[in-house]
């Protein structure tokens, strides 16, 4: 049973346009979320994380946000480029329960073109 | 290393066949981190060791399947006697912190099994 869930498995962007990729989940003892990039051949790689306590959190072009009573959250990259073209995974995490596991959604891809 | 090492990178393995997989992590990390990808999906948790010690292996698919961290350093996956479903890219990560989150991931080893 799929806990966190990407329902976009693409999306194509203009660069210099906004990327909002959404993730839901289901599981209410989630209580840390992050994303990951990831290229081809390569692993995935942190990006941000926010935690339950907050709505919001950024960094530079990257910004997450999370509706608790929702189940959602998103993250949204502006500007975007086309280096940002890459697979996008959400990922949560029970902290209370878990010792650093996450479960992760089935990605989004992102193409940015110029 | 300045990464998280894994290797091979790829592997076949006929139907049947044992295999072993390695892990180097980033020198000092104490969290280390197995996952199961196969294609189309997001990473999924199989084991986690705490320096040398396996605290979780609640998501190790079966008793094929069965890893190792003897020092606290390098990790080895092994999985016996594998069949088809176990084709993915099995990834590797390493985290300073006790049940840290936004670990470092390898590169992963892809494993095909014909």
């Known amino acids: 049973d799929q806990q966190v869930k990407q329902n976009s498995p693409s999306l194509s962007v203009q660069e210099g346009r906004i990327s909002i990729l959404n993730c839901d989940y289901t599981n209410s003892m989630f209580d840390y979320f992050l994303w990951y990039k990831k290229y081809p051949a390569e692993g995935p790689t942190f990006l941000i994380s926010i935690s339950s306590i907050k709505d919001k959190n950024e960094d530079g072009r990257f910004t997450v946000f999370l509706n608790k009573s929702a189940k959602h959250l998103s993250l949204h990259i502006v500007p975007s480029q086309p280096g940002d073209s890459a697979v996008y995974f959400c990922?949560?995490?029970?902290?209370?329960?878990?010792?650093?596991?996450?479960?992760f959604g089935r990605g989004t891809q992102l193409t940015v073109w110029p | 290393g300045a990464g998280v090492s894994q290797s091979p990178r790829y592997k076949v393995a006929k139907r049947g066949q044992d295999v072993a997989l390695r892990c180097d992590p980033i020198s000092g990390h104490v969290s280390l981190f197995w996952y199961q990808q196969a294609l189309g999906q997001g990473p999924e948790f199989l084991t986690y060791f705490q320096n040398e010690a396996q605290l979780d292996k609640s998501g190790l698919p079966s008793d094929r399947f069965f890893a190792e961290r003897p020092e606290g350093s390098v990790s080895t996956l092994k999985i016996q006697r594998t069949q088809q479903e176990d084709s993915a890219v099995y990834l590797c990560a390493s985290s300073l912190v006790q049940g840290g989150y936004g670990y470092t991931f390898g590169s992963g080893t892809r494993l095909t099994v014909v």
């Open positions: 990922a949560a995490s029970d902290r209370g329960s878990t010792l650093g596991r996450l479960y």
